[in-house]
């Protein structure tokens, strides 16, 4: 029994000594590539199996994207890493993103992606990049895991969280308030992956500029629905650092050149008809008349589609 016991601890150590040697040679980046690889300094689109950025360099070469590894000059904080944000995380570093993770002090971020579940929280993140006039992205899952959502804010350009507030924070309600014992809302990991998936993408596209950035792109799991739109600040917005930065917004845009419109004169195609071509109408104007009715009077601006013919 007592040599057993002596085996037994002699085993134990070895594998610490392994496990130790293990986590020596993942730190200094050595080794063969079992277990660990070494960080991979320049991506490369050379196709082998050490490479893991080969696909994403293919996006340069098919003409996607100018310049992909600048992916790897952005730092990104993500604030709230649950369903959503765990996923994103995780997204981000297989895209090869330089930084990501969680706010720092004095850390400098290029953009900040809210990933929280509760209103207040999603307030606090609001109130902090309309002071600093940081670009953010917001997301959320429905309470009932079917839909969800991600938003673009810009300080000053597009509307902030507080520009339309949801009920419950316009009425100042208390959201611990809201919540019944032993009730909790639905969790759809999939409704999850597809918010975290679009709001990637989007990151991807502001940071390297291709594509088309949603200002507000929303999910319905139920239907298969994604409306999109876009909305503008509001001048009366209870943040007061959203209407300071709308202010600075409306001097930038004022001291940009302004961009003529040019209107090309239409181009008459065929105008030699050699062969006396002519366009002649179906309907005589006695049947175009009879089937017409009378226009009722309406306000300035407002016009018929069409009229109910005279019986």
């Not at 200094?28 to 196709?47: F, N, T, W």
């Not at 971020?109 to 953010?136: H, K, P, Y």
Request: glycine share 10%.
């Amino acid at each position: 029994m007592a040599e057993s016991v002596e085996r037994l601890q002699q085993r134990v150590q070895e594998l610490e000594r392994e496990l130790a040697q293990e986590r020596s040679r993942r730190v200094l980046g050595g080794g063969d590539g079992v277990g660990g690889r070494a960080r991979i300094e320049k991506m490369s689109p050379e196709v082998v199996d050490s490479n893991p950025y080969s696909r994403l360099m293919a996006l340069k070469r098919m003409g996607i994207v100018n310049d992909y590894e600048k992916i790897r000059t952005f730092a990104v904080a993500i604030v709230g890493v649950g369903g959503v944000g765990s996923v994103t995380a995780e997204m981000l570093t297989r895209c090869g993103i330089g930084k990501n993770g969680g706010l720092e002090e004095g850390k400098p971020v290029d953009l900040v992606l809210s990933c929280v579940d509760n209103f207040e929280a999603r307030m606090t993140i609001n109130t902090a990049c309309n002071e600093l006039g940081q670009i953010w992205m917001e997301s959320g899952v429905s309470e009932n895991a079917v839909s969800g959502h991600i938003q673009l804010i810009i300080p000053g350009e597009s509307a902030c969280f507080a520009c339309a507030p949801p009920l419950v924070v316009a009425a100042n309600i208390d959201e611990k308030t809201l919540k019944r014992e032993g009730v909790c809302a639905a969790s759809l990991p999939t409704t999850m992956g597809v918010v975290a998936g679009i709001l990637v993408q989007n990151v991807l596209k502001f940071l390297l500029n291709f594509g088309t950035v949603s200002f507000y792109l929303g999910y319905n799991a139920m239907q298969d629905f994604f409306p999109t739109m876009s909305m503008k600040p509001n001048p009366q917005c209870d943040d007061r650092n959203c209407r300071k930065q709308q202010e600075e917004y409306k001097k930038k845009a004022a001291a940009l050149p302004k961009q003529e419109v040019v209107q090309e004169e239409e181009k008459i195609i065929h105008e030699d008809n050699e062969w006396g071509i002519e366009l002649v109408s179906e309907v005589s104007e006695e049947e175009l008349k009879n089937s017409s009715g009378p226009v009722p009077n309406l306000p300035e601006g407002i016009t018929v589609a069409y009229t109910i013919p005279k019986k």
